[in-house]
């Protein structure tokens, strides 16, 4: 059998002559104040340089049963089927779906912004049924809709929601619709991609069946890995499907002869070794700190960013009592211009906050508190430059109130 081995074909694409190094491209650097990512600490950049090792090395192996330790620590569960999916938040919540969701099955999707919707996609996308209960962006979930779509649909399969909405910054109270859910003989799924870390997530307590989230937001490492864990009544549903899974790589029974570390490792697919290093230096930064410490700095930062705001003449989309502390929407005046305020925001400050997306879009601006980004400086640097960059548009924007206003709350709560 020969082989062409030819090492001089007739015509290549020319490659460019200089190619600039990464240090002459390198990214300015930011503070990230957006819906995500969020700042990222020198300590998992540092993790993340680390030199590469194989995906089957023991030294590796023992990490990742570590990572799954620490991981049952911070969604607060002793699921044996808890680990960081290779891939984004929305492979976590593709995990979850692709599993738990078969063709025919009816889930009840709870809707109060746009990541709801994409709940909805993946019933449809994997063959279920969906059972729309919709809520105006801004507005918790309703315990009690939710309860009269499932005595409507008692062969409803799952309940599925978002915890924390980060299109319109409202939190929801999980709880209670995982109560429902239980109550109903129902699946929950729940999307904790921004609350995990920032506010309490109790999956043993409340009994929660699926939840992913996503390690670019509170618990502030790159984005890349999706955090999920699995309740044993929920992975005996994937285990007693009547189909084959629809994703061969989300398909928990192939990915845990990988993960699950008993009676020997099955190479499923080429775990992403550094960032995994950096997931494991950010989740001991976060036990150091220690969960209700975090979640009190969140809510600490949330309120004085609140009150700044407040001061300087702005407006809160969502109502107190349902606002998230790591993701804070302000309402847009009428007479600014979103694109513009956000650009000047970055081209002076090297701040970045977020827009608003589907039916808010240009209507408010969201602004992350999130794991390293939820500090005294961040919530000084915001109120400040948003002053700067308003005040000159309207004299409706009060100078020099907003940081004094933030400083009173820090000092009260001190």
Known sequence: MNINMNLHPKSLIPRVNRRPALWEVAPSSRTLMGPGPSDVHPRVLAALAKPTIGHLDPEFQALMEEIKTSLRYVFQTRNSLTYPVSGPGSVGMETCFANLVEPGDKV??????????????????????????????????????????????????????????????ALSDAEALIGLAR????????????????????????????????????????????????????????????????????????????????????????????????LYESLVMLEEEGLEVSWARHRLMHEALVAGVEAMGLSMHVAKEYRLPMLNTVKIPDWVDD?????????????????????????????????????VKNVLLCLEALEHVLAPQSDEVVLNVAADAALKVLSYKA
């Not at 999956?203 to 490492?221: H, N």
Request: charged fraction near 20%; hydrophobic fraction near 40%; aromatic fraction near 8%.
């Open 108 to 169: 009840v999707v709870a809707q109060n912004g746009s990541f709801g919707g994409r709940m909805r996609e993946n019933v449809v996308r994997f063959g279920g049924t969906a059972v729309d209960v919709k809520f105006d962006w801004g507005r918790p979930v309703d315990p009690n809709a939710i309860e009269d779509a499932l005595k409507a649909n008692p062969d409803a399969k799952a309940l599925a929601f978002v915890h924390a909405e980060t299109s319109t910054g």
């Open 183 to 278: 109550k109903h003989d129902c699946l929950s799924i729940v999307d904790t991609v921004t609350s995990l870390g920032g506010v309490p997530v109790l999956v043993d307590e409340w009994g929660a069946d699926a939840v992913y989230s996503g390690t670019q937001k509170c618990l502030s490492c790159p984005p890349g890995l999706s955090p999920v864990t699995f309740s044993d009544r929920a992975a005996e549903v994937v285990r007693a499907r009547k189909t084959p899974v629809a994703s061969w790589f989300n398909d928990l029974n192939l990915v845990m002869q990988y993960w699950s570390g008993q009676g020997g490792r099955t190479y499923h697919h080429t775990a992403p070794v550094n960032a995994l290093f950096g």
């Open 339 to 375: 694109k513009t305020v956000r650009s000047e925001l970055l081209a002076r400050y090297g701040l970045e906050i977020g827009a608003g997306i589907g039916a808010l879009a240009g209507k408010v601006w969201r602004i992350g508190l999130m794991g390293q980004s939820a500090t």
